[in-house]
């Protein structure tokens, strides 16, 4: 048998392998559990993070703001696009905040405000073409939001382990 001619010696080795072997996944369990829950994490985070960067490339140009027929369809078309575009950011705005809201140190990074845009004026669009228009307007503070925003969330990405 395997036990026979054993000494209480041999058993006092085995026993202390053994309380080594389990001190040793207790400390490394933690570890792996909390970057194998972050990569779960990230797997969502991720996706959110790239539909933020598609709304903010695809702002549509607003309406000319002085001088023009509000009665206009192309204009009343603009108006239209421009307001749809300003409820998908919120829709947005609000799937992110409820899925950080189980994770307070990221919601809390993804709500900061760090210097207020200054109010007023024309905030200038180039995307990722030659062609450039002018956002002003409630459409500027959605567009300046929504930038701030995905800046924050690019930190929380940076450094998952510390937020998730």
Do not use: C
Request: a neutral charge.
């Amino acid at each position: 048998m395997l036990t026979e001619g054993a000494r209480a010696i041999d058993w006092a080795i085995l026993l202390v392998d053994f309380l080594v072997l389990a001190v040793i996944i207790g400390l490394e369990a933690p570890g792996f559990l909390h970057k194998r829950r972050v990569r779960r994490v990230l797997l969502k985070f991720e996706p959110l993070i790239q539909r933020g960067e598609t709304l903010q490339r695809e702002i549509p140009e607003p309406a000319p703001p002085y001088g023009s027929n509000r009665n206009d369809p192309l204009v009343i078309a603009k108006e239209a696009e421009v307001e749809k575009w300003i409820e998908t950011v919120r829709n947005w705005n609000q799937e992110m905040a409820s899925f950080l809201a189980t994770y307070p140190r990221a919601a809390m990074v993804f709500n900061h405000k760090s210097d207020p845009p200054p109010q007023g004026g024309t905030l200038v669009y180039r995307g990722d073409s030659r062609y450039a228009f002018a956002i002003h307007g409630y459409q500027r503070e959605i567009y300046l939001r929504l930038e701030t925003e995905l800046t924050n969330l690019y930190r929380v990405a940076e450094s998952p382990e510390a937020y998730f």
